[in-house]
């Protein structure tokens, strides 16, 4: 007899391996983004809604999922397993909006908790024709809600569950029909005879080829004439795709399921019913079923987890391309104001203009304002260039699209602003040491601290062609004084450089940073998987 490990410890490495999923994140527009991102979101599913709730309540009633493609006679289909209508069927698509599990009274108990799909709000209104409008909370969305019938024509220790196309015009019907899958024990695929050889069924086929579970298919609305034929050919499909051992059952078609209101006859869904009285009641088969889908998950994880992890090593490959990217930029354009503050770039322009008319025709507050506005464009020229190569660099990579290329005429007036800002606080801490040396001096008549501090900003912006300005500047405060507040000014300078040229580089970056591309998760991931296999 094939019994399920159910060990604690085989459950705690399963959730922490679940956490270590569910923190997998994908941000960056790559190209195997959305594909790891769906499966991150499948593989959740299947733990949260199948896998952990199976081995945690082995004993649960077996659920089975009636999946398929749009107007395949799935609910049709349920309502004549359990006897009467308790999921709506018609020939408006799509028919089935909200969910609706079915399980005999006495298991009603497994499915009105939060046991499986706990993402779901339940919905329990006993009798309720299937055609009436759930009365919801304010604010609840019904595509998230499971309706629950119970029937006592339907056996003991089985549920069916008929889930949305998988096909869906809508959106959120498809996204919900393969979360529920997600929780099947049992995976009921629906097809019809004119629609078999379609690529949705098939896709829902390989899927549970893939995962190895418990599979059953359902050719339905075959004509009475090409019965054979068909059945034939399709099996000859299933073989062809390694699936010839699956179950498979064939329902004619009937004037009941001409359009999808009425129930079809005990006798044409006899053999599909005696299957899942069968497996609900004989305890091998019962555990077969179930270990075949949880061992084939389990397995699955061997190609899933490290799939998942090269892609979160993806992600943080690009995050560190981009980040580069952003600080070669700054760097270069870092060392190169420093060597154009070295070689007196600021003073030019009117700041030149001034430095020539000072003092006869220009004051030492209008030589220090024209000092300020060259400084403040040359290090707004400098950030420019930068966020310039940066965005060179950006176009060259897809991953750069979420990481923000932002407005830039917004992005330039506000860093002009910041820079503004930051060389008009140097003027005023210099301005504050020059008055600290002229307070230093021991004499009567002391010299004007703005004129002070405009010398020194003229000797340490102009370079060499303001030797002057430091011979004027210990004129009036002295050789120790001089040199003492070259120094001051100078490493204050140096601050306000470094200051601006960081905080700019840290907006470029702010994109990036708000993502949180770790390295961490992908030897997280491998991690827990490896973990999970030594326990096994």
């Not at 507050?365 to 024209?370: D, I, Q, R």
Request: charged share 25%; net charge neutral; glycine share 6%.
């Amino acid at each position: 007899m094939v019994t399920l490990d159910v060990r604690p410890q085989l459950l705690d490495t399963l959730s922490a391996l679940r956490d270590r999923v569910a923190a997998a994140r994908f941000p960056l527009p790559l190209a195997g983004a959305p594909r790891a991102r769906a499966n991150r979101d499948e593989l959740l599913a299947q733990l949260d809604d199948y896998l952990v709730p199976r081995l945690r309540q082995p004993h649960a009633p077996l659920l089975a999922v009636v999946g398929g493609s749009t107007g395949a006679g799935k609910s049709t289909l349920v309502n004549s397993l359990v006897g009467r209508r308790v999921s709506e069927a018609g020939v408006l698509r799509p028919t089935t909006r909200t969910p609706v599990l079915v399980c005999h009274p006495e298991d009603h108990h497994w499915f009105s908790d939060q046991r499986v799909l706990p993402g779901l709000t339940r919905a329990w209104v006993p009798h309720q024709d299937p055609a009436d409008d759930l009365l919801l909370p304010p604010g609840q969305d019904p595509t998230r809600v499971l309706r629950l019938e119970t029937a006592d024509t339907l056996p003991r220790g089985v549920a069916l569950l008929d889930a949305p196309d998988i096909d869906s015009l809508v959106a959120d019907n498809r996204v919900l029909a393969a979360e529920l899958i997600c929780a099947a024990d049992i995976w009921i695929m629906v097809t019809t005879a004119a629609r078999y050889a379609d690529a949705v069924p098939w896709h829902l086929l390989r899927t549970a080829k893939e995962y190895d579970a418990s599979l059953v298919t359902v050719l339905d609305r075959v004509p009475h004439q090409v019965v054979s034929e068909v059945s034939r050919q399709y099996g000859a499909l299933l073989t062809k795709a390694g699936l010839g051992d699956v179950p498979r059952f064939t329902v004619p078609e009937l004037p009941e399921s001409a359009w999808g209101g009425g129930l079809l006859p005990a006798t044409a869904v006899a053999p599909l019913r005696s299957w899942l009285v069968h497996h609900a009641h004989d305890t091998a088969s019962r555990n077969q079923v179930m270990a075949r889908t949880v061992h084939g998950l389990l397995d699955s994880l061997k190609s899933r987890m490290p799939e998942l992890a090269g892609a979160t090593a993806a992600q943080y490959s690009a995050a560190l391309r981009l980040t580069s990217a952003v600080d070669s930029a700054y760097d270069a354009e870092h060392a190169r104001v420093r060597g154009r503050l070295q070689n007196g770039a600021v003073l030019a322009g009117d700041a030149l203009k001034r430095w020539r008319a000072y003092p006869l025709d220009c004051t030492a507050g209008e030589l220090l304002n024209a000092l300020v506005g060259s400084l403040s464009a040359l290090l707004l020229c400098s950030v420019t260039a930068a966020d310039e190569r940066v965005d060179d660099a950006w176009r060259r990579e897809p991953a750069a699209s979420t990481a923000g290329l932002a407005d830039r005429d917004q992005s330039l007036e506000q860093a002009e602003h910041r820079i503004g800002l930051a060389v008009r606080r140097w003027r005023r801490e210099l301005e504050e040491y020059a008055e600290d040396e002229v307070r230093r001096l021991d004499r009567s008549v002391a010299p004007d601290a703005e004129v002070v501090a405009a010398l020194v900003a003229t000797a340490l912006l102009g370079g060499r062609r303001t030797r002057n300005a430091g011979e004027r500047l210990g004129e009036r405060i002295g050789a120790n004084g001089a040199l003492r507040l070259r120094e001051r000014a100078g490493r204050l300078l140096d601050d306000y450089v470094d200051r601006v040229m960081h905080i700019e580089r840290e907006r470029r970056l702010a994109p990036l940073d708000a993502l949180d591309v770790q390295p961490e998760p992908q030897a997280e991931l491998i991690a827990a998987l490896s973990v999970l296999l030594k326990e096994r």
